[in-house]
């Protein structure tokens, strides 16, 4: 079964920057991030296919963080430049070796789960 190791995260200043990585232990089709803030349903945040490099993103980051990948390494990046207090969040790496009809922010398309980072953003 593939295994997803996620680092980075951590606390950081409103406007600060953080960037978090996560690593497949084997090929998938499509990996990214979602995040869950307390009291809040799991959002989509960007993902990425591993081959073409498509990427999407959540409105609410466009502008402010971009998707990264190392097909060699099986490894995605998000940068977060400009970081808000509500980006406040568990933030969780999701994979799928799969095409499928479902919307890439669809958390029930994606088969593979990481453990979650945390992310906290200080006013």
């Known amino acids: 079964q593939v295994q997803l190791v996620e680092s980075g995260g951590g606390s950081v200043q409103a406007g600060g920057s953080l960037r978090l990585s996560c690593e497949a232990s084997?090929?998938?089709?499509?990996m990214g991030w979602f995040r869950q803030a307390p009291g809040k349903e799991r959002e989509g945040v960007s993902t990425?296919?591993?081959?073409?490099?498509?990427?999407n993103y959540a409105d609410s980051v466009k502008g402010r963080f971009t998707i990264s990948r190392d097909s060699a390494k099986k490894t995605v990046y998000l940068q977060m430049n400009s970081l808000k207090p509500e980006d406040t969040a568990m933030y969780y790496c999701?994979?799928?070796?799969?095409?499928?009809?479902?919307?890439?922010?669809?958390?029930?398309?994606?088969?593979?789960w990481g453990q979650g980072t945390q992310v906290t953003v200080s006013s």
């Open positions: 084997a090929y998938t089709y499509r």
């Open positions: 990425i296919l591993l081959g073409s490099g498509n990427t």
């Open positions: 999701a994979a799928r070796g799969f095409d499928s009809t479902r919307s890439w922010s669809d958390q029930g398309g994606y088969n593979i």
